[in-house]
C-alpha cells in the first residue's frame, strides 16, 4: 500500500469518527477500549504490516471523535453561556459583512470586553446582533452594544436555526440592542477592500438591472440569495437547480473543469491551462470578498484541478478527501450542520468517480472547443446523481425534471458568470461598455428565470418523499458500491488503484 492510499484511509477514519460523533454520544469507557486496542496492535504487533495499519485507523478514528467532542464542549460552555438572559454590554469588532434586510440588519460582532454590572471581563467569542436597518454598521467597525443575552431559536419555520449558527461559532444572539459606534477601520485592510469592491459591484449592477434579474445576479456572483423572492427560492427547489443560486463547491468545481478543457482546446499547454484557470479561480474568490464557503468551495475545487492537471481523477479523489479532513479538523461541525459542504464534497466526488464512467456512456455526444457540450453534461449528471440523496434528505421530495433543466443551464454558467463579472467592472469603471453589455446580460438572467419559470410548472416536476438517515446512509453504501463496480468494469481510476 503507498504513503498516498495510507493517507486516504486515516483520513476516512478520521472523517467517519466524526460522522460517528455526530450523530451518536461515545462512552468514554469504549473509546479507552479503541485506544488500547490501537496501541496494542501497532505496539505488540509491529512486524505485522496490516495490524500496524489496522492499528493506526483506529487511532485516526478515535482523534475524529475526539475532535468533533472537544469541539461540541466548547459550544456548550462558551464564555457567555453563564450570562444568558442578562443584560450586558459587549464591546468588540464587526467581523463579517453585515446582513442588510429590509428594515433590520444582522451584525456578526467578535467580543472584546464584557460589562456585567461592575463587573469588566475579557471576552473573546462571536455574537449575533439582530439590529434596526438604520443607522448603518460595516466590517471592521468597533461597535458597543448593551442588551440581553439569548440562547438561538432551535426551530424557526422548520429550521435548526441553533444548529445554524452553531458551525458558524457563534452560541448567542442579542435581538434590537443600543448600539454606539466606537471606531471604525480595524478589521483586515484587504478584505475591507474586497468588501468595497463587492459593494460597488452590486451598487453599479442595480442601476442598470432591477428584480428579479438582479436578485439572481447577486446570487450568480456572490451566492447572495437575500433579493431572490420566497416564490423563486422555491422554483429553484422544484426544479433541483438552487445549487446554482450559491457560491458552492459544485458550482465553482464545474465551471472551473469548463474553463481549463476549453483553455486546453484553444491549444494551450495542460501547464499553462492549469495555472491560468487557478489564477481565475482565485481572483475570483477574492473578488467576492472570500466568504468562507466560496474558500472551501475553492479549496475543493483547486485539488480537483490539481488532479486533473496531472492528468489522474483518482489523485482528485484522494485529494478531495485530504482537503475535506483538513476543513473537518478546522471545523468538524461541517459535516453535520453544512448542507452546503455536504453538497460541495458529494458533488465533487461524483465528478472524479462517474464523470468517466458517463462519458464512456455518452461517446457519441459531440465536445465543441467553444461550447463543451458533453463535459458540461458528463460534470452536470455526476454531480447529480451523488447529492441527491442528500437532498432528499433535506428537502423531503426528488426533484424528477432536475437533470434535463440543469442541462439546460448549467452549460451556460460559465460563460453567463463572465459576462456579468464584465457587465460589473465596466458599469464601475466603463459606463458606454456597461450599456453594451447590459441587454445580452439582462437575457442572460432572464433565460434562466424563465427555464426555471416554465419547468415548474410541469405537474409531474417533483415526488415528495421523507428519507431516514438510516435509509440516507444505506443509499450512499449502494451508490458507492456501484460506483466501485462500474469503475472496475470500465478499468477506471478508484480510490485504491
Known sequence: MTKSQLLLFFCLFFIAGIFLRSFILIPQLLMLGFLILGIFLISVLWKHKKMVIVGFSLLFFLLGIWRFQTADFKAQDNDLKIYQEEKVVLMGIIDSEPTIGMSSMRITLKTEQMSVGDQQLFVF???????????EYHYGDKIKVKGFLKVPSEDINGFNYKNYLKKEGIYSVMDWPEIELIGQNFGNPLMKTLLSFKNKFEEASRTFISLPQEGLLEALIFGEESNINKDLKEKFNLTGTRHITAVSGMNITIIAALILSFTLSLGFWRRQAFYLTAFLLVFYILMIGAPASAV???????????????????????AIVFAGALMLIQNPFLLSLD??????????????YLQPIFSNWLSKIPDFKVFPLKSTLTATLSAQVFTLPILIYNFGYIPLISPLVNILIVPFLAPFTILIFIFGLSAILLLPLAYILFWPTWLSLTY?????????????VSLSLNLSSVWLVVLYLILGLLTWRLNKKYSTPIFLR
Do not use: C, T
Request: net charge positive; charged share 15%.
Open 296 to 318: 472551501r468551495a475553492g479549496i475543493m475545487a483547486f485539488f480537483f484541478l490539481a488532479g486533473q492537471y496531472f492528468g489522474r481523477l483518482s489523485s482528485s479523489g484522494r
Open 448 to 460: 434562466i428565470i424563465e427555464i426555471i419559470n416554465s419547468f415548474s410548472k410541469v405537474s409531474f
Open 125 to 135: 467569542d462571536r455574537v449575533l446582533i439582530n439590529a434596526s436597518r438604520y443607522p
Open 339 to 352: 448542507i452546503g459542504f455536504q453538497l460541495s464534497f458529494l458533488a465533487i466526488i461524483g465528478m472524479v
